[in-house]
């Protein structure tokens, strides 16, 4: 049986798609432990927000 091209792209379109969101979810169960803990610190959400901004433009 042979591929079209067409349902190859697909494929690695869902395999990525699929990676993409299991980054997703790691990065999210991060965030939400970054969250507890700035909760129990008392940590304000804008001072986390402004930490993950400037961690995630380090690279920029």
Do not use: C, D, W
């Amino acid at each position: 049986m042979l591929i079209e091209p067409v349902q190859l792209a697909q494929r690695r379109g869902a395999r990525g798609n699929y990676h993409q969101r299991q980054q997703q979810r790691k990065a999210e169960e991060h965030l939400l432990a970054a969250a507890e803990i700035a909760r129990v610190s008392g940590i304000s959400l804008e001072s986390l927000v402004q930490a993950l901004t400037i961690f995630y433009r380090e690279e920029e």
